[in-house]
């Protein structure tokens, strides 16, 4: 014998919208949207137009010392150019939006974040990686042989964003302090926590450095 409650759920009319012929919908209909898209562009180009916009632009950049020409979208970043296009994968990409450092190149002795900089906008300016610093041969780079001194690395993904910063602040500071080094180098982050390294690091290229141009 079936009980009232049983015979209350049958008798009741079900409803005419219900969430799993709303999703339903809502895909059939998106599908429907999207081809009409796909056929009006279809339409266009057979009928002789074509896609507005900007197109791919030949540009030429200074880097290491060295012109480099490439083609590029104007919205290409530089960090998107030296590593996608030109295969200078020592620029990181990690954040992508100007925070982590683990992008930093030289443009015109600054530190820069390469994942802010257009590569159009690139053009004209002197670029310094870290692959310059290895340009020297058997000479190995003070601030390069500094942080393999002091363990200032350890996954080494942030590790060229900091050398880099590092060669930007000690042209400007060839004499620093911890605490100058602490607050300059502040806008690169490591994860492994490896700073107190860094900043040991960037004492000893400073003594190297100038002991260098005294000698």
């Known amino acids: 014998?079936?009980?009232?409650?049983?015979?209350?759920?049958?008798?009741?009319?079900?409803?005419?919208?219900?969430r799993r012929g709303f999703i339903k919908g809502v895909g059939l209909g998106g599908g429907a949207i999207g081809s009409g898209i796909l056929e009006q562009e279809a339409e266009a180009q057979s009928a002789g137009g074509s896609v507005s916009g900007p197109g791919i632009t030949p540009i030429t950049l200074q880097i290491n010392g060295k012109p480099r020409t490439l083609k590029v979208e104007p919205r290409v970043t530089l960090l998107d150019a030296l590593r996608d296009h030109l295969d200078l994968t020592g620029a990181k990409r990690v954040c992508d939006r100007g925070t982590c450092g683990a992008c930093t190149v030289?443009?015109?002795?600054?530190?820069?974040?390469?994942?802010?900089?257009?590569?159009?906008?690139?053009?004209?300016?002197?670029?310094?990686?870290?692959?310059?610093?290895?340009?020297?041969?058997?000479?190995?780079?003070?601030?390069?042989?500094?942080?393999?001194?002091?363990d200032a690395q350890q996954c080494g993904y942030c590790t060229p964003g900091f050398v880099?910063?590092?060669?930007?602040?000690?042209?400007?500071?060839?004499?620093?302090?911890?605490?100058?080094i602490s607050q300059d180098l502040g806008g690169n982050l490591c994860r492994?926590?490896?700073?107190?390294?860094?900043?040991?690091?960037?004492?000893?290229?400073?003594?190297?450095?100038?002991?260098?141009?005294?000698?």
């Open 1 to 18: 014998m079936s009980s009232g409650i049983d015979k209350d759920k049958r008798d009741k009319p079900k409803p005419a919208f219900s």
């Open 106 to 150: 030289m443009m015109d002795g600054k530190a820069v974040y390469a994942c802010t900089v257009l590569a159009i906008d690139a053009q004209g300016r002197k670029i310094e990686t870290i692959e310059s610093l290895s340009a020297n041969g058997s000479r190995r780079d003070p601030v390069i042989a500094a942080f393999v001194n002091h």
């Open 164 to 180: 880099m910063a590092a060669k930007a602040f000690l042209a400007h500071h060839p004499d620093p302090t911890m605490e100058q």
């Open 192 to 215: 492994c926590g490896t700073y107190v390294g860094v900043q040991k690091a960037v004492m000893e290229a400073a003594r190297d450095m100038k002991g260098a141009r005294r000698g």
